[in-house]
């Protein structure tokens, strides 16, 4: 593993939401601002597997399960690796509770780490969804189940932004400046 002189000093940005609460496309745009930035999406990885796959919240259960530590486990050692090189990281993954937001941080190298939570309200969700190409789309329509669960699971942790009447730019630059400027969302130092 190459280790860069700046390894110690990068930072991991977890954003999350419901699908369809903006999560790759502010996480692009997050990490693009950024000097040395990567983005990982669980979506990506997710779609890695061409055959088999389960969708996270899908069935059968058991198999969903499997697969989402197996993501988590893929995104801990690519975040490492670019930590490794001095890169910041910011991660676009669905998280539906504390449970798994647990299991994803026990993956994450030591890096300062926040939480940033894109909760826009599940009508803006399903009207962004109906607005994305058909090959786009997702089959989910239980966001305020989602929304209590995370809220739950996360108790005070994370920074929860309602995004549902922020554009793109304006939700990407109040990001940068409480959570890559601040101390917004902090989980770890």
């Known amino acids: 593993m190459y280790l860069d002189q ?6 991991t940005v977890i954003v999350t939401g419901a699908p369809g609460a ?12 950024l000097p040395r930035a990567a983005r990982i999406s669980a979506d990506d990885l997710h ?3 061409v055959s088999g796959g389960v969708w996270p919240l899908g069935r059968p259960r058991s198999e969903a399960v499997r697969q989402v ?10 975040t490492t690796e670019f930590a490794a090189a ?10 539906p509770d504390g449970a ?6 026990r993956q994450l190298p030591p890096t300062t780490t926040s939480l940033v939570v894109l909760a826009p309200g599940g009508a803006v969700c399903r009207a962004r969804n109906e607005g994305r190409p058909a090959e786009e789309r997702f089959d989910f329509d239980d966001h305020v189940s989602l929304d209590a669960s995370m809220q739950e699971g996360f108790g005070d942790r994370g920074w929860w932004l309602d995004t549902g009447e922020l554009g793109l730019e304006a939700t990407i630059q109040l990001i940068s400046h409480g959570v890559l400027d601040g101390e917004l969302g902090r989980l770890r130092e």
């Open 6 to 11: 700046s390894a110690a000093k990068t930072r």
């Open 22 to 33: 903006g999560k790759s496309s502010v996480s692009r745009g997050l990490a693009a601002r």
């Open 47 to 49: 779609a890695m597997i």
């Open 69 to 78: 530590d197996l993501c988590h486990r893929q995104i801990g050692v690519i």
């Open 86 to 95: 001095g890169f910041d990281t910011v991660i676009d993954c669905v998280l």
């Open 100 to 105: 798994h937001l647990e299991q994803l941080l």
